[in-house]
């Protein structure tokens, strides 16, 4: 997807959007006032039904587990999404030789996913911004930065009104797949 939609803020940096969410992560590559979707991936949660490997044991009136604990198994499945998405991340900034990272990511993963970025990328990591976006359009992403930078929290109405209809069309199309009126 290309976004022919006047970014000033992306006329002189080449700059890379990482987007993640629990189950997702989204590459959006800026620069020369454009945005393109470049890459991303969908990670599966294993689900384990039976609690494989988890025992309990009763005795005298008192209940005992031992085992693998299944939040070690979640927590294992997190560090290797971080993993998926640092590499990916790596190889893209290197690739598109990028000036600075922004990443958009919930505030549980937050911390962990700046600590799974390589040092290369850390020096230019520019800003790390609280929320799962990964279901919202390009140009309310970046509406996200400019809200971030400026304090606010409000939805700030868009500059233009071809960017209104974008947004509009994204929002009535996410409906229709969703199957909603």
């Known amino acids: 997807m290309k ?4 970014l000033y803020q992306f006329n002189k940096e080449r700059a890379i959007l990482a987007v993640l969410g629990r189950k997702k992560c989204l590459f959006y590559y800026a620069s020369e006032g454009l945005i393109t979707e470049e890459e991303g991936f969908g990670f599966e949660i294993e689900h384990y039904s039976d609690k494989e490997g988890f025992f309990l ?4 009136g008192n209940v005992f587990g031992s085992g693998v604990p299944l939040k070690y198994l979640k927590e294992h499945q997190r560090n290797k999404f971080l993993k998926l ?3 990916k991340l790596g190889r ?4 598109k030789n990028a000036n600075f990272i922004y990443i958009f990511s919930p505030r ?12 290369k990328n850390l020096k230019i990591l520019k800003m790390a911004i609280p929320g799962n976006v990964t279901k919202k359009h390009p140009i309310e992403i970046i509406q996200r930065i ?9 939805k700030r109405k868009i500059v233009s009104e071809e960017a209104e209809k974008i947004i509009s069309r994204s929002a009535k199309a996410r ?7």
Request: no cysteine; charged share 30%; glycine share 10%.
């Open 3 to 6: 976004i022919k939609y006047p």
């Open 57 to 60: 044991k009763s005795s005298r």
């Open 85 to 87: 998405f640092s590499d």
């Open 92 to 95: 893209l900034a290197d690739k």
């Open 108 to 119: 549980g993963l937050m911390p962990s996913s700046i600590s799974a970025l390589s040092e």
């Open 146 to 154: 400019e809200n971030f930078l400026s304090g606010r929290r409000i």
């Open 175 to 181: 409906k229709v797949i969703k199957g909603g009126d």
